[in-house]
Nanobody
Protein backbone atom coordinates (compact mmCIF):
# COMPACT_ATOMS: atom_id res chain seq x y z
CA UNK A 1 0.00 0.00 0.00
CA UNK A 2 1.01 3.58 -0.65
CA UNK A 3 -0.25 6.60 1.22
CA UNK A 4 -0.19 10.06 -0.34
CA UNK A 5 -0.71 13.34 1.47
CA UNK A 6 -1.00 16.56 -0.50
CA UNK A 7 -0.50 20.05 0.84
CA UNK A 8 0.01 23.59 -0.38
CA UNK A 9 -3.34 24.46 -1.91
CA UNK A 10 -4.88 27.80 -1.05
CA UNK A 11 -6.49 30.91 -2.46
CA UNK A 12 -4.19 32.93 -4.71
CA UNK A 13 -4.66 35.82 -7.10
CA UNK A 14 -4.33 35.41 -10.83
CA UNK A 15 -0.73 35.69 -11.90
CA UNK A 16 0.50 34.30 -8.60
CA UNK A 17 2.40 31.12 -7.80
CA UNK A 18 1.91 28.07 -5.63
CA UNK A 19 3.90 24.97 -4.84
CA UNK A 20 2.00 21.82 -4.07
CA UNK A 21 3.65 18.96 -2.21
CA UNK A 22 2.80 15.26 -2.12
CA UNK A 23 4.43 13.18 0.58
CA UNK A 24 4.44 9.45 -0.11
CA UNK A 25 4.82 6.61 2.37
CA UNK A 26 4.41 2.85 2.35
CA UNK A 27 5.69 0.53 -0.38
CA UNK A 28 6.92 3.37 -2.52
CA UNK A 29 9.80 1.36 -3.97
CA UNK A 30 7.26 -0.28 -6.28
CA UNK A 31 5.99 3.01 -7.72
CA UNK A 32 6.97 3.77 -11.32
CA UNK A 33 5.18 7.04 -12.01
CA UNK A 34 3.89 9.85 -9.86
CA UNK A 35 1.74 12.68 -11.03
CA UNK A 36 -0.68 15.46 -10.40
CA UNK A 37 -4.25 15.53 -11.62
CA UNK A 38 -6.96 18.08 -11.07
CA UNK A 39 -10.72 18.18 -11.03
CA UNK A 40 -12.73 21.36 -11.40
CA UNK A 41 -16.41 21.51 -10.39
CA UNK A 42 -18.58 19.77 -12.93
CA UNK A 43 -15.61 18.47 -14.88
CA UNK A 44 -13.76 15.20 -15.13
CA UNK A 45 -10.43 14.66 -13.45
CA UNK A 46 -7.60 15.54 -15.82
CA UNK A 47 -3.89 15.03 -15.99
CA UNK A 48 -1.67 17.96 -15.07
CA UNK A 49 1.83 16.46 -15.03
CA UNK A 50 3.64 13.18 -14.39
CA UNK A 51 7.18 12.22 -13.53
CA UNK A 52 8.76 8.79 -13.75
CA UNK A 53 11.06 7.16 -11.24
CA UNK A 54 13.87 8.03 -13.63
CA UNK A 55 12.96 11.71 -13.60
CA UNK A 56 11.30 12.04 -17.00
CA UNK A 57 8.36 14.45 -16.89
CA UNK A 58 5.40 15.16 -19.11
CA UNK A 59 2.80 17.88 -18.99
CA UNK A 60 -0.69 18.49 -20.19
CA UNK A 61 -1.03 21.42 -22.56
CA UNK A 62 -2.91 23.40 -19.91
CA UNK A 63 0.14 23.67 -17.69
CA UNK A 64 2.97 23.45 -20.17
CA UNK A 65 5.39 26.31 -19.68
CA UNK A 66 3.78 27.37 -16.41
CA UNK A 67 3.94 24.25 -14.23
CA UNK A 68 6.95 22.21 -13.19
CA UNK A 69 6.81 18.79 -11.59
CA UNK A 70 9.77 17.56 -9.59
CA UNK A 71 10.62 14.95 -7.01
CA UNK A 72 12.90 14.66 -4.02
CA UNK A 73 13.61 10.98 -3.55
CA UNK A 74 15.32 11.62 -0.22
CA UNK A 75 12.04 12.97 1.13
CA UNK A 76 9.71 10.72 -0.88
CA UNK A 77 7.97 13.88 -2.02
CA UNK A 78 6.73 15.13 -5.37
CA UNK A 79 6.17 18.81 -6.02
CA UNK A 80 4.15 20.83 -8.48
CA UNK A 81 5.37 24.38 -8.93
CA UNK A 82 2.64 26.46 -10.54
CA UNK A 83 3.38 29.91 -11.90
CA UNK A 84 1.29 32.49 -13.74
CA UNK A 85 -1.86 30.97 -12.30
CA UNK A 86 -5.17 31.60 -14.04
CA UNK A 87 -8.74 31.40 -12.73
CA UNK A 88 -9.23 28.33 -14.91
CA UNK A 89 -6.58 26.55 -12.84
CA UNK A 90 -9.05 26.50 -9.97
CA UNK A 91 -9.62 22.86 -8.99
CA UNK A 92 -8.92 20.19 -6.45
CA UNK A 93 -5.45 18.88 -7.18
CA UNK A 94 -4.78 15.21 -6.54
CA UNK A 95 -1.51 13.37 -6.23
CA UNK A 96 -1.28 9.98 -7.94
CA UNK A 97 1.17 7.13 -7.62
CA UNK A 98 1.11 4.37 -10.21
CA UNK A 99 2.65 0.94 -10.20
CA UNK A 100 2.84 -0.49 -13.69
CA UNK A 101 3.45 -4.07 -12.59
CA UNK A 102 0.36 -5.24 -10.81
CA UNK A 103 -0.95 -2.72 -11.66
CA UNK A 104 -2.15 -0.27 -9.02
CA UNK A 105 -3.15 3.35 -8.67
CA UNK A 106 -3.03 5.29 -5.43
CA UNK A 107 -4.59 8.69 -4.80
CA UNK A 108 -4.26 11.37 -2.19
CA UNK A 109 -7.19 13.18 -0.64
CA UNK A 110 -6.70 16.30 -2.75
CA UNK A 111 -5.84 19.90 -2.03
CA UNK A 112 -7.95 22.85 -3.13
CA UNK A 113 -6.42 25.52 -5.34
CA UNK A 114 -8.51 28.60 -5.96
CA UNK A 115 -7.32 31.35 -8.28
CA UNK A 116 -9.20 34.63 -8.06
CA UNK A 117 -9.39 37.05 -10.95
Amino acid sequence: QVQLVESGGRLVQAGGSLRLSCAASGTIFSINVMGWYRQAPGKQRELVAVITSGGTSNYADSGSGRFTISRDNTKNTVYLQMNSLKPEDTAVYYCNARRLSGPADYWGQGTQVTVSS
